[in-house]
T-cell receptor
Framework: DQQVKQNSPSLSVQEGRISILNCDYT??????FLWYKKYPAEGPTFLIS?????DKNEDGRFTVFLNKSAKHLSLHIVPSQPGDSAVYFC????????????FGKGTKLTVNP | NAGVMQNPRHLVRRRGQEARLRCSPM?????VYWYRQLPEEGLKFMVY????????ESGMPKERFSAEFPKEGPSILRIQQVVRGDSAAYFC??????????????FGPGTRLTVT
């Protein structure tokens, strides 16, 4: 039973355009959401997070949007750069528990020059 | 300021041997998490530890797997009598004292275990 779903295994965009990565979750107890970027043979790198009390968080080229009623979040990267090419994981945790992260399966983003 | 350190980066074991994976959290971090990633999958939570305490081991297989985070030294994930299905990337993450507020977890580079 996958509680965090990333339904697009891959996404290809042109350099300079917007990349939109999507994530859906089923567990209404989740209240903290994170995006990680991962290169092959490396550990995940934290990108940006959002608490359930917010609907948007922005950090430079990265913006995360949260729609609690739809149990959906998205990561926007503007403008996309070739160095952004990586696998992006969405993760969620429930405060009050151990705050273990529940990950989606990832979306492989390719930014073409 | 060193990040999360894991060693070894690669580990090859024959079936039936023991595997020991080490993790040193970031300076100032007192919470350690272990995750496992199988090919083409996301990371799956295994265990959450604080110094000398296991807080949540709900993701650990019931047999052959154990973890510790002693008062001194790194956290250890131990797999006894390894089988081919244990081949995976094992990631350690750390976070600071939470104080009721959620924090992001910072990951190490992982240990890639291959069981032959």
């Amino acid at each position: 039973d996958q509680q965090v779903k990333q339904n697009s295994p891959s996404l290809s965009v042109q350099e300079g355009r917007i990349s939109i990565l999507n994530c859906d979750y089923t567990n209404s107890m989740f209240d903290y959401f994170l995006w990680y970027k991962k290169y092959p043979a490396e550990g995940p790198t934290f990108l940006i997070s959002i608490s359930s009390i917010k609907d948007k968080n922005e950090d430079g080229r990265f913006t995360v949007f949260l729609n609690k009623s739809a149990k959906h979040l998205s990561l926007h990267i503007v403008p996309s750069q070739p160095g952004d090419s990586a696998v992006y994981f969405c993760a969620a945790s429930a405060q009050g528990g151990s705050e273990k992260l529940v990950f989606g399966k990832g979306t492989k983003l390719t930014v073409n020059p | 300021n060193a990040g999360v350190m894991q060693n070894p980066r690669h580990l090859v074991r024959r079936r039936g041997q023991e595997a020991r994976l080490r993790c040193s959290p970031m300076k100032g971090h007192s919470h350690v998490y272990w995750y496992r990633q199988l090919p083409e999958e996301g990371l799956k939570f295994m265990v959450y530890l604080q110094k000398e305490n296991i807080i949540d081991e709900s993701g650990m297989p019931k047999e052959r797997f154990s973890a510790e985070f002693p008062k001194e030294g790194p956290s250890i994930l131990r797999i006894q009598q390894v089988v081919r299905g244990d081949s995976a990337a094992y990631f350690c993450a750390s976070s600071p004292e939470r104080l009721g507020v959620s924090h992001e977890q910072y990951f190490g580079p992982g240990t890639r275990l291959t069981v032959t």
